[in-house]
């Protein structure tokens, strides 16, 4: 059915974004067949980001995102798509594993019927998906990194989980006993990509189109910490789920963004995975077995005596005056973080690129170089007293890397530049640590 149509074509990507791809272009008899539309759509994501921030500065006067958020953001999304890697991802695997095994119909794949059907079931399923992140304390520690942002903008979009991905596949089974893997591959793809233009604040109405669609007005308000936002408007590409199960909010008052408890902080790991943490020790407070194991099953606002879901009795007011965290940093330590940022992109998109020819040892020292940069480059933002130790130890894997053609230069003709820019960076880091040691031993004597 999609066999005349060009899936790589210059508009896929973009028409990819606003889900305007027709059945008759989208529809595939094997999943091997199914384009790659988030791949495709990475330079639109690029395009709308750089649009965003040249009408923010024209509207606003100021940019909307800054480098340290800007950059947690677009790390936690390459973070996310690392475990693909290894293997295909979870909620397409698991559900080729029941479709072959367990499927009571076979909806064909060329019908716009099936197409369709398909669309509304897997937004209808990505509702709960979403709701039960926000309802199960366990689901919620993976979720969370979407939300740990102070700021709403497309970058924000990006800002996704690594562990998410494998609970969330439980939720779309049930599709797989009567839809091809084909026809679901194509719409898991574009109800992740409707979802990325609706992070912005430039957008205010859209008129009739709120009735129906999941829109940046509705979705800034699932991004609140505002007591009227919580919990609220789980939509994927459609809000009718949340008007039908009693979940829709409007946007009324200014929102605040971010966490109830912000987090303020930018290493990547930690965004990541603090909330596990917390989880554990909070369930090491409670005595009794049933309450350890509620603390991970129940809401995250939980206690002992409270609703299922807990409550926000105890929230921090929201006043509207709130002001993002925003470390103040040098301009030559950003312009140093956003380069050796470009640098490790470039080597993650050579090694998704490539990963058909490389071998797991590299895949895997690829993999560790990309998370130790990104956590490096996290801790010299946060000022963490070890960030010196740390970028040196960095710098010297980077600079044995670029000995053995590992890590690329940004472009062929940089190649020299590259390599004097991360020379300086390690004996800069080495200096920094030295100076650091000899203050220690100095207090210490």
């Not at 509620?294 to 709130?322: A, C, Q, Y």
């Amino acid at each position: 059915m999609a066999e005349a149509v060009e899936p790589g074509s210059g508009s896929t990507g973009v028409r990819a974004v606003f889900f305007l791809l027709t059945p008759n272009e989208s529809s595939f008899e094997k999943v091997e067949d199914v384009p790659q539309y988030v791949q495709q759509a990475t330079p639109v994501f690029v395009g709308l980001i750089f649009l965003e921030l040249v009408v923010g500065v024209l509207k606003a006067g100021a940019p909307m995102v800054t480098i340290s958020d800007g950059l947690t953001s677009i790390s936690a999304g390459m973070i996310s798509r690392l475990p693909m890697l290894l293997m295909r991802g979870c909620e397409l695997s698991t559900y080729i594993y029941v479709w072959d095994r367990y499927r009571l119909v076979e909806l064909p794949w060329d019908s716009a019927w099936t197409w369709w059907f398909t669309f509304l079931g897997v937004d209808f399923c990505y509702y709960w998906v979403h709701r039960f992140a926000h309802e199960v304390a366990f689901l919620w520690a993976a979720h969370q990194v979407h939300h740990s942002s102070e700021y709403y903008n497309l970058t924000t979009a990006l800002r996704q989980s690594l562990t998410q991905q494998f609970t969330s596949w439980i939720f779309y089974l049930p599709l797989a006993l009567a839809v091809p893997p084909s026809i679901f591959a194509v719409h898991i793809q574009l109800n992740l990509l409707y979802q990325f233009w609706i992070h912005t604040e430039l957008i205010q109405d859209l008129g009739p189109l709120e009735w129906v669609f999941n829109t940046p007005k509705h979705h800034r308000v699932h991004h609140g910490r505002n007591l009227y936002c919580i919990d609220k408007n789980y939509g994927g590409i459609l809000i009718i789920w949340d008007r039908l199960f009693g979940t829709f909010a409007l946007e009324t008052e200014k929102v605040v963004y971010g966490l109830v408890y912000p987090i303020k902080k930018f290493e990547i790991l930690y965004v990541q995975l603090h909330y596990y943490l917390y989880l554990w020790k909070k369930s090491k407070t409670y005595n009794t077995i049933s309450n350890k194991l509620s603390t991970f099953i129940n809401g995250p606002s939980w206690r002992p005596g409270k609703p299922r879901l807990g409550d926000h009795v105890g929230n921090p007011k929201v006043t509207g005056k709130e002001v993002p965290h925003d470390p103040s940093w040098s301009p030559p330590l950003q312009v140093y973080v956003v380069v050796h940022f470009l640098l490790v992109l470039r080597t993650y998109h050579d090694l998704f690129e490539n990963k058909m020819v490389l071998s797991q040892l590299t895949i895997l020292g690829m993999t560790i170089y990309i998370l130790l940069t990104l956590t490096s480059l996290g801790f010299i933002i946060d000022k963490r007293p070890r960030a010196a130790v740390l970028e040196m130890l960095r710098c010297i894997v980077m600079v044995t890397a670029q000995r053995y053609g590992i890590m690329k230069p940004l472009l062929p003709s940089l190649a020299v530049p590259t390599e004097a820019f991360v020379s300086l960076s390690l004996l800069y880091w080495a200096l920094q640590s030295f100076t650091q040691l000899l203050s220690i031993k100095r207090k210490a004597g």
